[in-house]
């Protein structure tokens, strides 16, 4: 099941019909309080969420979405006019699973949300390399035993680099994997994340190797 929440009606009835045609099943909502009061019944697939909603806006609603252990692993598709870089790396560092900016085609549509459900597919497992373990079942990390608070993305970054132990992972291949091919934000935003969090691994941070000028990796 897909949810969409646009308040659109011409552009929610078109990505409507657009899933519906690709065998999906849909669920519609012109604002976030209706989607929230359908959630309580039924949590979704996936969510087509657009930022600039009556109210509660697309923002604070993925917030809330990735703030609560029962919906944090829904995955968002942020659907908005705004082109900016600036609300691009907004969506994107809140959790957003991809970003696409309106007008946009239909194929292309379908195409992204096929490809955010397939990569999402994949079964859940727990890593682990030194004294940091990562459950993907509760999307936890623990560190010595202790819980560590990771953001969304990285929580995302730890388990590219714990999934490539032994392998050096460009910048560039680190911003098409967690980030996603289309993010067009500067490759420090790699370091950024990855100085964050070394400090909430705490004695464990060496884990993390900086491969001068090509990226980091686990070992």
């Given at each position: 099941m897909i949810?969409?929440?646009?308040?659109?009606?011409?552009?929610?009835?078109?990505?409507?019909?657009?899933?519906?045609?690709?065998?999906f099943a849909?669920?519609?909502?012109?604002?976030?309080?209706?989607?929230?009061?359908?959630?309580?019944?039924?949590?979704?697939?996936?969510?087509?969420?657009?930022?600039?909603?009556?109210?509660?806006?697309?923002?604070?609603?993925?917030?809330?979405?990735?703030?609560?252990?029962?919906?944090?692993?829904?995955?968002?598709?942020?659907?908005?006019?705004?082109?900016?870089?600036?609300?691009?790396?907004?969506?994107?560092?809140?959790?957003?699973?991809?970003?696409?900016?309106?007008p946009f085609?239909?194929?292309?549509?379908?195409?992204?949300?096929?490809?955010?459900?397939?990569?999402?597919?994949?079964?859940?497992?727990?890593?682990?390399?030194?004294?940091?373990?990562?459950?993907?079942?509760?999307?936890?990390?623990?560190?010595?035993?202790?819980?560590?608070?990771?953001?969304?993305?990285?929580?995302?970054?730890?388990?590219?680099?714990?999934?490539?132990?032994?392998?050096?992972?460009?910048?560039?291949?680190?911003?098409?994997?967690?980030?996603?091919?289309?993010?067009?934000?500067?490759?420090?935003?790699?370091?950024?994340?990855?100085?964050?969090?070394?400090?909430?691994?705490?004695?464990?941070?060496?884990?993390?190797?900086?491969?001068?000028?090509?990226?980091?990796?686990?070992?």
């Amino acid at each position: 099941m897909i949810y969409i929440v646009e308040d659109d009606s011409n552009i929610r009835q078109m990505e409507s019909y657009a899933l519906k045609n690709s065998g999906f099943a849909i669920k519609e909502f012109e604002c976030a309080a209706d989607f929230w009061a359908e959630c309580e019944k039924e949590l979704p697939e996936l969510l087509i969420l657009d930022i600039m909603l009556p109210g509660e806006d697309g923002y604070a609603v993925l917030r809330k979405l990735r703030q609560n252990s029962r919906t944090r692993d829904i995955p968002v598709i942020m659907v908005t006019a705004k082109s900016s870089e600036l609300d691009a790396v907004r969506g994107l560092d809140e959790g957003a699973d991809d970003y696409i900016v309106k007008p946009f085609g239909i194929i292309e549509f379908v195409a992204r949300v096929k490809v955010v459900l397939r990569r999402l597919a994949k079964p859940a497992a727990t890593l682990s390399f030194g004294d940091v373990v990562l459950d993907d079942d509760k999307r936890l990390v623990y560190e010595r035993g202790r819980e560590c608070s990771l953001t969304f993305k990285e929580y995302e970054l730890l388990k590219l680099l714990l999934q490539n132990c032994g392998i050096v992972l460009s910048r560039e291949r680190i911003m098409d994997r967690v980030w996603g091919m289309d993010f067009e934000g500067e490759s420090r935003t790699v370091d950024m994340h990855i100085k964050t969090l070394r400090q909430k691994l705490g004695e464990s941070a060496s884990i993390i190797k900086t491969v001068r000028n090509v990226g980091y990796k686990i070992d």
